[in-house]
């Protein structure tokens, strides 16, 4: 299936990606937009023919747990509602703790690594069939950017990306951005990963900006592709012709021409690879072209399957083939993540200065989505919300999503009896009001949240 070149859309470029000349598909957030009241750009957009693939974040499918049935559900419907070929996810978890470890289930709010190990590989890959089972269309599953790397890692990333799509025939994504912020930040070689992974099982690519600040680079999808990030591309052009390439921008959106130009880059960086004898990508589904007498059962398995079908692994049963492996990535991520969002010791084998950078990213991002998803708060709050944001989050997981987030962060304040100027807090606590209860807490129960939150940080 061949999708040519894309750009992710977003409500803020809206107008612009209407505009845009040589655009022959766009993605997604599938959790940002809702079936039945698809955005009125999204829906004439569609109506000349370009394509829409919805593209998940909150599946986890990376976790511990087995995947949500009501968030797969969710990302079935987008799909249908889309008309979508296919689907796409990531390699992540995004949330941890819960039954698995009897704790309570912290949100990351954010796409945290997967220990590349075989343990971790085969709660992946259990997770993968799941969620093949319950869409519509492929699925795709995309490589991440790391700031943290767990220790004891067994198998390279194109090791990693090679055994999964050979266990569950699953499409990949893969961010040549990410390849070189792993790079950068890991020390691992994009031409070896290239080397390793099944190329010829991409379903499309993302290509996104970033910036390095200390030594570290940081995906930020805000600033533009930088010629590295374009290497990478050509690295993989040179093995093969991906069916599509995506521009992902996020934030900080620049002038239309100015994403006009970073797409006819890609286009002419992807189109000058042309003229080399690289193959042509296998649309997903259909058996991976191997050399040899490579005639193993899960290759076998899947030269015989359909379009979009998965090969039955070898030795899989009905039943959960993973439960140990479940129980000891639940316990790592837990402990993982609770010191990332939660104050708690950082677990061994972690560098504590990348773990701060991370932790710092964290909260970050917390605080940049709560002020879109309730961009009254910095009305209200002014100058001072990044700061007292921060100041909220720290020690404080987030519990339900980022709308729920604005809201305890709105209760936190009002409870210790801010913000001091008396016309900001009548503000925050009518807006409090109109969205979480018919008061805001009384004196009495502020003073005793208060109180327990004073025992709980001791």
């Known amino acids: 299936m061949e999708l040519g070149i894309g750009i992710g859309w977003r409500p803020e470029i809206a107008d612009a990606v209407e505009e845009l000349q040589g655009v022959d598909w766009v993605e997604v957030v599938a959790e940002n937009i809702c079936p039945g009241h698809l955005p009125a750009a999204l829906t004439r957009l569609r109506s000349r023919g370009t394509r829409v693939i919805p593209h998940g974040v909150s599946l986890g499918l990376g976790g511990a747990d087995r995947p949500s049935q009501q968030r797969l559900a969710d990302l079935a419907e987008r799909a249908v509602a889309l008309g979508a070929p296919l689907v796409t996810e990531h390699i992540a978890f995004v949330r941890a703790g819960g039954v698995l470890t009897a704790s309570p289930q912290l949100e990351a709010g954010h796409l945290l690594p997967v220990p590349r190990t075989w343990d971790a590989l085969k709660v992946l890959c259990e997770n993968v069939r799941i969620a093949q089972d319950s869409l519509p269309v492929p699925l795709a599953l995309e490589n991440i950017a790391a700031l943290i790397s767990w220790p004891d890692q067994e198998l390279t990333e194109g090791q990693f990306l090679a055994e999964l799509v050979e266990r569950t025939g699953v499409g990949l994504l893969i961010d040549v951005a990410n390849l070189h912020t792993n790079h950068v930040n890991f020390g691992e070689d994009p031409s ?173 991002k917390r605080a940049d989505v709560v002020a879109k998803v309730a961009p009254e708060l910095p009305g209200i709050l002014g100058a001072g919300y990044r700061s007292a944001f921060l100041g909220y989050a720290k020690n404080r997981p987030m519990r339900a999503g980022y709308r729920q987030d604005a809201l305890d962060f709105a209760e936190q304040l009002l409870v210790a009896g801010r913000p001091e100027d008396d016309s900001a807090r009548r503000a925050l606590t009518r807006w409090w009001e109109e969205r979480a209860a018919p008061h805001p807490p009384r004196r009495s129960a502020r003073i005793v949240r208060a109180a327990r939150a004073a025992l709980v940080r001791r």
């Open 192 to 364: 070896k990963a290239l080397d390793e992974l099944p190329v010829e099982a991409i379903a499309y690519v993302h290509v996104a900006g970033g910036v390095e600040r200390d030594g570290v680079w940081h995906d930020t999808h805000a600033h533009p592709v930088t010629e590295p990030v374009l290497d990478v591309l050509r690295e993989l052009r040179s093995r093969v012709s991906p069916p599509g390439v995506l521009l992902e921008r996020d934030d900080d959106f620049p002038p239309t021409a100015e994403l006009a130009t970073e797409l006819r880059t890609i286009r002419e960086t992807v189109t000058a690879g042309s003229h080399g004898t690289a193959p042509t990508a296998v649309p997903h589904g259909e058996a991976r072209a191997t050399e040899g007498t490579d005639t193993g059962p899960r290759n076998a398995s899947r030269a015989s399957a359909g379009p979009g079908a998965r090969p039955q692994a070898q030795g899989e049963a009905a039943a959960d083939s993973s439960p140990g492996a479940r129980e000891r990535g639940a316990l790592a991520q837990a402990a993982l993540l609770s010191a990332l969002v939660a104050g708690t010791p950082a677990p061994e084998g972690f560098s504590p200065g990348r773990l701060r950078v991370q932790i710092r990213a964290l909260a970050a």
